[in-house]
């Protein structure tokens, strides 16, 4: 059976946590992390650890499957605490925060294990989650300290 790649589109907070709980987990490699200025485009291609089955009480292989983050109207982009000549190193997804700013623009900050952050200023909410290609089975399921 092929499964239905996932896309889904954030227009406003409660669309943006959403997106963030499908996103837990997943791995980005610096190099794969694009600020496209002229174009008012942000992009990221992670590994996205597929939760949605295990949620769903599916029991299967646990996979991983690549997907697309676009963030537009992106009117600033400022990161923290990410090297960007270690095109090689991987960061760990952790969530997405939002903050409606007093001019009406929003702030997102992309947090990643480590204390790494993306910080996108945006005149709105316009966020796509787009999966590519197929899903494939990998050994590790993501485990979290008990707090």
């Not at 791995?27 to 590994?47: G, Y």
């Not at 903050?99 to 200023?121: H, Q």
Request: no cysteine; charged share 30%.
């Amino acid at each position: 059976m092929k499964v239905k790649n996932l896309k889904l589109i954030a227009r406003n907070e409660t669309d943006l946590r959403v997106i963030s709980a499908h996103l837990q987990d997943a791995i980005v490699n610096v190099a794969e992390i694009a600020s496209l200025e002229k174009n008012r485009i942000f992009l990221m291609q992670l590994n996205r650890f597929m939760w949605e089955d295990v949620e769903k009480g599916i029991f299967r292989n646990n996979k991983r499957i690549r997907t697309v983050l676009k963030f537009e109207n992106v009117i600033k982009v400022l990161s923290k605490n990410i090297n960007q000549s270690k095109k090689d190193k991987f960061l760990d997804f952790l969530t997405i925060e939002t903050n409606l700013m007093p001019d009406n623009n929003y702030e997102m900050r992309i947090v990643f294990a480590g204390d790494s952050v993306v910080k996108i200023i945006s005149e709105v909410i316009e966020i796509t989650l787009d999966d590519q290609g197929e899903a494939w089975d990998t050994k590790n399921t993501p485990k979290h300290k008990e707090i």
